[in-house]
């Protein structure tokens, strides 16, 4: 007799409570449903992120080399990878450890640092797998909400960071909204840190920053507090698919238990020769890094121009109030062919967060935006 799914009784599997209760992740949508909802061949995919120049012309020879050997199993240890990123860096290699994205490397310090109960503090609206991963270890995660000028609450994370919680998840530049913290206030953060707090930087939007901009691995090096900086390759390098991303911890000892915490092949010998590629052409990721800023300037003004209330952005991403249910206007736009991310974090249902793409993309997002609000 054949057995279905459905005849397999409820109260037979017992799952990990914290792991079957977690919300699911808001990933932004797959292109080939925008095109059958658009009927639209052209989508500008404007809600994850990724950088529309697409990668250095070296990652796509590396790729193609022959050196690459898909039958091997890749280095579990990233050798070649962290000795480059350990001479970039001016870091020992033995305290970075790269992961199957840095995504991997949220979940992979959240396992090695949490126990069910401990306490976790981040911000809202945030990145969310800095509240999805230490939920997954049953961590209470307590969320310190931005300001109405949409900037840090300096005051409230101070207090939350002096109560002591095992992790602090900080990105900054800060996704969703887009501000970078300021020396000071880094600074002045960093001094609430009490002995038992790891403090976890994510930079994945670092290349994007001004000048202005202080280098938090810098800071966080010279400050004697225990850290972890992440950083990935899907950002800037534009290597999100083939998901590459790293951690620089204090020391050697945390990088050896966040190791201990993740797969061993997690990164896969594609990856390490994309990633290596990239660094040796900085130059690549420098102009298009240039460019986009320069997309970015114009983009927001001219929706500072149709009205809207926009954060202040050191990314490659805009956030702004529009000023009723930002998933309508996901709606609205999706049938003309852009797919961007409307904001589902309670409270914050009225932002939406689009990616700066290419010129003609962002022409396309903004002439449709205009329309919109016309009506
Ligand atoms: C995009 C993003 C990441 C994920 O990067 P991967 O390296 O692709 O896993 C991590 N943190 C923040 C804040 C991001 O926006």
Redesign the pocket.
């Known amino acids: 007799m054949d057995h279905t799914i459905d005849d397999i009784p409820a109260d037979a599997l017992a799952f990990n409570p914290h792991v079957a209760a977690l919300p699911p992740y808001n990933a932004g949508m797959n292109i080939a449903v925008a095109r059958s909802i658009s009927g639209r061949a052209d989508i500008a995919r404007l809600a994850?992120?990724e950088n529309p120049d697409g990668c250095s012309p070296a990652v796509l020879a590396a790729l193609s080399s022959p050196a690459l050997e898909p039958w091997r199993y890749a280095d579990p240890a990233c050798t070649a990878l962290r000795a480059a990123l350990g001479r970039k860096l001016d870091v020992a290699p033995d305290t970075i450890v790269v992961?199957?994205?840095?995504?991997?490397m949220?979940a992979a310090v959240s396992r090695a640092m949490l126990v069910p109960g401990s306490r976790v503090a981040t911000v809202v609206p945030s990145?969310g797998?800095?509240e999805i991963e230490p939920l997954a270890q049953g961590a209470e995660v307590v969320k310190v909400p931005m300001t109405a000028d949409l900037a840090f609450d300096l005051d409230a994370l101070e207090r939350s960071i002096a109560a002591g919680p095992r992790i602090v998840f900080l990105?900054s530049p800060w996704?969703p909204v887009g501000p970078a913290l300021d020396r000071s206030s880094l600074e002045r953060l960093i001094a609430a840190v009490r002995p038992g707090t790891l403090f976890v930087l994510?930079e994945?939007?670092f290349e994007f920053a001004d000048a202005t901009c202080p280098d938090g691995l810098k800071i966080l090096r010279e400050s004697g507090v225990a850290f972890v900086v992440?950083r990935?390759?899907?950002?800037a390098y534009g290597l999100?698919g083939l998901?590459?991303?790293y951690a620089v911890c204090c020391n050697a000892e945390l990088a050896r238990v966040i190791t201990a915490a993740k797969t061993p092949f997690n990164v896969n010998a594609a990856a390490q020769a994309a990633a290596i590629a990239a660094l040796g052409d900085e130059a690549w990721m420098l102009a298009s890094v240039e460019r986009l800023r320069g997309e970015r300037q114009r983009v927001a003004i001219t929706l500072q121009g149709l009205g809207f209330t926009v954060a202040p952005s050191q990314t490659n991403f805009l956030f702004f109030d529009c000023g009723g249910d930002s998933a309508s206007l996901a709606a609205v736009l999706l049938r003309q062919g852009i797919i961007v991310k409307a904001w589902r974090e309670k409270g914050y249902e009225r932002y939406l967060r689009v990616t700066i793409g290419t010129a003609a993309e962002n022409d396309h997002f903004m002439s449709a935006l205009g329309q919109v609000t016309r009506r």
């Open positions: 994850s992120n992961g199957n994205g840095s995504e991997e949220i990145f797998l800095h990105s996704n994510d994945a939007y992440l990935t390759f899907s950002k999100a998901r590459v991303g």
